[in-house]
């Protein structure tokens, strides 16, 4: 099967009231984890990269890499997504390279680090939807900030600092404007293990504050505005499990205490159209736990398929667990993939009705 559109993976994932994890990945392993649980658990999957994952695995790896996990596993319903793209070229890089999907992350400028303005948003996003539609290709658009910076990704947002959370009637207008596929928000969650470093009096981390309240003003506000179910995406979706930080850390890590995002704010959000749960931490944490603990308790091995194979088994179990709570398992039989070409045609129908 070839790759689906985020489109219609989210549209579908709106019609069943289910969330759709996207994975970030940027090597063969993750593939092959998230590939394997989405076949075992017939779940639909978004699979992302970023514009890093691109240049660590020289663009030409991905897609390869890529093109073998579809012809493996022919009847999963996967999309190929770019996170992040910030700029309309990065954008057509991975349109060009065979991404069923991309998000023009317009909130922040080309660097990934500066806030835009909301006129620049719209316009390179824009641009960006008028390119890929005309290939079959959905689009993410991103409307406000997410909060940190730790990985490199993101503006520095303080935690308190809710001056650029998703402002829920711009959402609608942005939407209008853009011709977008889904909308990311920001409510509060930021990239990485650190999303807060808030801690009780017994030094415990706490859960970042997210205005949760806000998904249900800006689903409620869309579809007053004719867009009935629209695909709303929470990125930084990780949950920094902490059995997984104590594991990294008993074999001779030194992750700081942590919280991230509990399950039960993410499925309250996708009671509320979430439909695209981005996640990249937990997996980077499941890996390195096992590998450190191969290298740790038996550090005579050198073949680094004794410490990949249980990298991979990690990340499986842990995108397992992820996409039963997201309520996507189950749910891949239920219908045929829309081609990129037959998507081309119904962006272009759909156009000229509005015009
Ligand atoms: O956007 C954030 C994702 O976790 C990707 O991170 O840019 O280090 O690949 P990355
Ligand atoms: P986490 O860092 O919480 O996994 O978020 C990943 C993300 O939003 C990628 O776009
Ligand atoms: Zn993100």
Redesign the pocket.
């Known amino acids: 099967m070839p790759l689906v559109t985020m489109r219609q993976i989210l549209e579908e994932a709106a019609k069943g009231g289910y969330g759709v994890g996207a994975f970030?990945v940027n090597n063969m392993e993750q593939i092959q984890a998230i590939m394997r649980a989405a076949e075992e658990l017939d779940a639909p999957v978004i699979i992302?990269a970023?514009r890093g994952a691109l240049k660590y695995s020289d663009l030409i790896y991905l897609k390869k890499l890529m093109e073998a996990a579809v012809e493996r596993h022919p009847d999963v319903k996967v999309a190929l997504h770019l996170?992040?793209g910030n700029s309309p070229q990065t954008c057509k890089q991975a349109i060009d390279l065979g991404f069923s999907s991309v998000m023009m992350d317009g909130s922040l400028m080309a660097d990934g680090k500066s806030v835009a303005s909301y006129e620049y948003n719209i316009e390179v996003t824009a641009e960006v939807v008028e390119m890929a539609h005309k290939h079959g290709v959905s689009v993410e658009g991103e409307l406000g900030c997410l909060g940190g910076i730790e990985?490199g990704h993101g503006a520095g947002i303080a935690i308190d600092d809710d001056s650029h959370l998703t402002d829920p009637v711009q959402a609608v207008e942005f939407v209008q404007k853009t011709g977008i596929d889904c909308l990311a928000l920001a409510i509060g969650?930021s990239?990485?293990a650190y999303?807060t470093m808030r801690y009780d009096k017994d030094g415990k981390a706490l859960p970042p504050r997210l205005a949760l309240d806000r998904i249900e003003t800006i689903e409620k506000n869309l579809e007053e505005a004719g867009y009935k179910a629209f695909p709303l995406v929470m990125?930084?979706?990780?949950s920094v499990p902490a059995e997984l930080v104590e594991e990294v850390n008993k074999y001779g890590g030194q992750m700081k205490k942590a919280m991230?995002?509990p399950m039960e704010d993410i499925q309250f959000g996708i009671k509320r159209g979430v439909r695209k749960i981005?996640?990249?931490?937990?997996g980077r944490i499941a890996m390195t736990a096992a590998v450190r603990k191969v290298l740790w308790t038996a550090p005579e091995k050198f073949d680094p398929r004794d410490w990949l194979k249980p990298a991979r088994e990690a990340l499986y179990e842990l995108i397992k667990g992820k996409m039963k709570d997201f309520g996507q398992a189950g749910h891949g039989h239920e219908y045929q993939p829309i081609s990129m070409a037959d998507m081309a045609k119904k962006y272009a129908s759909e156009a000229a009705a509005t015009k």
């Not at 990125?235 to 990780?238: A, D, N, V, W, Y």
């Not at 981005?278 to 937990?282: I, K, Q, Y």
């Open positions: 970030n992302q970023s996170d992040h990985d969650t990239h990485g999303k990125h930084g979706s990780s991230g995002v981005n996640v990249d931490t937990d």
